[in-house]
């Protein structure tokens, strides 16, 4: 069942005021047009975009970021909620590589931020690396959190049940193996491509750790998982 989230407040920040103004006049300064077009149309037209590749934007970030004190929590969600509010899908490239670098700083009150982000203008690219890099990032280190994981597993929003399918994939031997388990085969008669295929994903990945596991869950349940998931799970086993 879908739970209505309340629009998330964007902070006071000063440092966030010196990061905008420093980002905006820089990622718009290397705006290449025609990099933009061919982006946009590439991500099926999410969103607009400035034409920055990774390695520039990147580069750019740094600078933008030079001599600028280590943030806080209400510092990083300033940020964020600030950069997904511009159009251009590279502000929101920005804030999720922010986060990562800086998610160290984030409470487990940050979730209800995260959860804004993986539903506003949602596309694999950025929903993906929240997932793995901040969300799992908040689970780990509160493992109160897992009762929101077992929420966000059912919810009507794809991306959010995505959310929790992909929260687990960078923890290796430290995976709720059970938990894993349990979501994909409670997702698995989903008819949306990105969740049969996140469940491939997220099984093939625990592959890498413990293969037999992965390998007995899937000729197990191969009745009730979609062949894409199955596929996914045992690609390289």
Same mark, same amino acid.
């Given at each position: 069942?879908?739970?209505? #989230?309340? @629009?998330?407040? =964007? ?5 966030? !005021? $010196? *990061? ?37 934007r990147r580069e750019l970030a740094r600078t933008v ?29 920005f804030a999720v590589d922010y986060l990562r670098r ?10 209800? #931020?995260? @959860?804004?982000? =993986? ?5 694999? !690219? $950025? *929903? ?68 049969r295929k996140a469940i491939g994903w997220c099984l ?34």
């Amino acid at each position: 069942m879908s739970v209505t #989230v309340p @629009r998330c407040a =964007v902070p006071r920040s000063d440092l966030a !005021d $010196t *990061v905008m103004e420093r980002l905006t006049a820089t990622y718009s300064a290397a705006a290449d047009p025609q990099r933009a077009a061919q982006a946009r149309a590439y991500m099926k037209d999410v969103a607009p975009f400035l034409g920055l590749p990774s390695p520039l934007r990147r580069e750019l970030a740094r600078t933008v970021l030079a001599g600028l004190p280590h943030p806080d929590e209400a510092d990083c969600t300033a940020i964020a909620l600030r950069s997904w509010a511009l159009p251009e899908r590279e502000y929101a490239y920005f804030a999720v590589d922010y986060l990562r670098r800086y998610g160290k700083h984030l409470s487990s009150g940050f979730l209800p #931020v995260a @959860r804004h982000l =993986v539903t506003a203008v949602s596309w694999w !690219d $950025t *929903v993906d690396a929240l997932a793995a890099h901040v969300v799992g990032g908040l689970v780990a280190a509160d493992p109160e959190l897992k009762a929101e994981m077992d929420a966000w597993i059912g919810d009507e929003d794809l991306w959010v049940a995505r959310t929790a399918l992909l929260h687990q994939l960078r923890y290796k031997d430290a995976t709720d193996t059970e938990r894993l388990f349990t979501y994909c085969l409670r997702r698995s008669g989903h008819p949306d491509f990105f969740i049969r295929k996140a469940i491939g994903w997220c099984l093939r990945e625990y592959a890498k750790t413990d293969p037999g596991a992965v390998r007995d869950f899937v000729e197990r349940e191969r009745g009730c998982l979609a062949p894409l998931s199955a596929r996914e799970a045992l690609k390289h086993l």
